[in-house]
């Protein structure tokens, strides 16, 4: 959530930054009332313990013959502290489901407007084409017996998959590589728990807006996790960490997605799929280290794009695409000859104290008081580069040239070949 300091003090602000977001306007107000009404509870509550206590000196100082009467009067008092206590309790949830309405403050450099709206912040390589009939990722695929997406939908539906033979090899090979990459830029690596508790999804922000893509178990109250981001968040929460130095994570795990909001949408192939495996970076930092943590995260993905020879763009995410949590986001793009346009391989966000507040992940400042901690993620390698990487390295007589990077993890393999037309 925000800062409510800063939900009373700027409200015009917060207004400003909810208008940039295409989100009603009227929640702050509605979250100022709310605020206001809790406040008024709290004091309420806390002028009538302070007469209580008062009034239990006066029992102790009392004759005998006072004291019953004095006795009384304390059990009244105290059935009306127990009351505005209950008041306090009821007006700080309904401050914070209203509060929890209000997106992060958007950073101010984060172009205004929706989904088109992005700013191209960097290109990388050409709007690579061939001389040759391209083939899209699903023709390569199923050629060099990378994938099987017949069988996976036979088993599970639409939108699943088997990763076969070299498809599976190459997904790991890639995870392995990205694994070396975060080693070297001092993550530690975890693997997390893809089931998690209600409180934890809430309080990363997925249960607002995103929560019709997320699978949940009614029986045992649980959700399955679309992102590792979820899981590493949740690992601090109700901490107070050392942030001497930077806490910074990879968690590598299987994730699910409903997709339910993209019906008939990128149906062919692995692109957007309900379960894919992926490597999460995420970083705890002091609230002023967050912009540079932010740029860390994506030269590191760059990085990694740059290693499988990908051709790509960085964007700066609209306001109105940004996803609740984020103050800022960085789309990284990779060009899919097949389709002629840049689709996402990874995002990196900066979610400030947003998720931190949520989560009561706190940190000693200089004066010994606890401050929240800034939060960040980005995606380090996942399922989904496959597509960029078997469409982009394609040769005309239906090999894949693998990236000379990622060949060691392939027990030196520099070409894939179709199945029946060599080793």
């Given amino acids: 959530m925000i800062d409510p300091q800063l939900l009373r003090e700027q409200p015009d602000l ?55 009467a004095l006795i009384e009067q304390g059990k009244a008092l105290a059935g009306g502290v127990k009351e505005a206590q209950a008041r306090v309790t009821d007006a700080e949830a309904a401050f914070d489901a209203s509060v929890s309405r209000l997106g992060n403050l958007v950073h101010p450099d984060v172009p205004a407007g929706g989904e088109e709206n992005f700013v191209t912040l960097a290109t990388h390589g050409s709007e690579r084409s061939f001389d040759f009939e391209a083939r899209d990722h699903v023709e390569l695929g199923e050629s060099l017996r990378a994938f099987d997406i017949a069988r996976g939908a036979k088993v599970a539906g639409t939108r699943f998959y088997y990763l076969t033979g070299i498809g599976m090899r190459l997904e790991l090979a890639l995870m392995l590589m990205g694994l070396d990459q975060v080693l070297a830029d001092g993550f530690t690596p975890l693997t997390t728990p893809t089931l998690v508790r209600p409180e934890i999804m809430q309080g990363t922000g997925f249960l607002g807006e995103h929560a019709a893509e997320v699978y949940h178990l009614p029986a045992d109250d649980l959700y399955l996790t679309g992102t590792s981001e979820v899981a590493l968040a949740g690992f601090h929460a109700d901490e ?5 130095r930077p806490k910074r994570y990879a968690g590598w795990s299987t994730c699910y997605r409903r997709e339910a909001g993209s019906a008939g949408r990128d149906t062919r192939g ?45 964007i700066d995410v609209a306001a109105g695409d940004l996803g609740s949590s984020a103050a800022r986001k960085f789309d990284i793009e990779a060009w899919i000859p097949s389709q002629q346009q840049y689709r996402e391989l990874t995002s990196t966000s900066n979610c400030t104290t947003f998720q931190s507040r949520r989560l009561a992940t706190r940190y000693r400042t200089e004066s010994g008081r606890t401050a929240p901690v800034a939060t960040l993620n980005g995606t380090a390698a996942t399922t ?40």
Avoid at 240 to 244: A, G, H, K, N, Q
Avoid at 396 to 422: F, M, N, W
Wanted: proline content about 4%.
């Fill in 270 to 314: 692995i692109l957007r799929v309900h379960q894919f495996n992926k490597l999460e970076m995420f970083s705890y930092v002091k609230p002023e280290d967050a912009e540079a943590e932010h740029d860390r995260l994506r030269a590191l993905q760059e990085r990694m794009l740059q290693a499988c020879e990908l051709d790509y763009r960085v």
């Fill in 240 to 244: 107070i960490v050392d942030l001497e």
């Fill in 384 to 423: 989904r580069w496959l597509v960029a990487i078997l469409e982009t390295h394609q040769q005309a007589d239906g090999s894949v040239r693998v990236p000379e990077a990622l060949r060691p993890y392939l027990g030196g393999i520099a070409v894939i070949e179709p199945v029946g037309q060599g080793a």
């Fill in 14 to 68: 917060v207004k400003a930054s909810q208008e940039r977001r295409g989100d009603p306007v009227s929640y702050v107000d509605e979250a100022l009332a709310a605020e206001s009404a809790r406040r008024a509870a709290i004091t309420e509550f806390e002028g009538l313990r302070a007469e209580q206590n008062a009034h239990a000196k006066l029992v102790g100082r009392a004759s005998s013959e006072e004291r019953p």
